[in-house]
Nanobody, 124 residues
Framework: QVQLVESGGGLMQTGGSLRLSCAASGLAVRNYAMGWIRQAPGKERELVAGINYNGLMTIYADSVQGRFTISRDNAKNTVYLQMSSLKPENTAVYYC?????????????????WGQGTQVTVSS
């Protein structure tokens, strides 16, 4: 049984920073790719960032490249998303998700397990 628990969301002003954390358990998490996926009201889900099983390969949505950083600590079974220079358009529910494969994917449908999500709101 895979369990993913996100934390770190909240309200932030434009230009601020937040770090999201995802505590993972089950299915030898260290062997699988992880991702952060967001969904804003009225919009489709979008992969924000993905990371492969060992942290050596990452992918990002174009809109966050250079501002967001995904990382993982396999010893702690935790994945992070450091978000900087936040903008109002980054407002969304952010979900931590895990694949059944070691390599990452840009498609939200490629992730099999999801957390409950954490709200990030950026005010202008």
């Amino acid at each position: 049984q895979v369990q993913l628990v996100e934390s770190g969301g909240g309200l932030m002003q434009t230009g601020g920073s937040l770090r999201l954390s995802c505590a993972a358990s089950g299915l030898a998490v260290r062997n699988y790719a992880m991702g952060w996926i967001r969904q804003a009201p009225g919009k489709e889900r979008e992969l924000v960032a993905g990371i492969n099983y060992n942290g050596l390969m990452t992918i990002y949505a174009d809109s966050v490249q250079g501002r967001f950083t995904i990382s993982r600590d396999n010893a702690k079974n935790t994945v992070y998303l450091q978000m900087s220079s936040l903008k109002p358009e980054n407002t969304a529910v952010y979900y931590c998700a895990q694949r059944k494969y070691s390599y990452t994917s840009p498609e939200p449908n490629g992730y099999s397990y999801w957390g409950q999500g954490t709200q990030v709101t950026v005010s202008s």
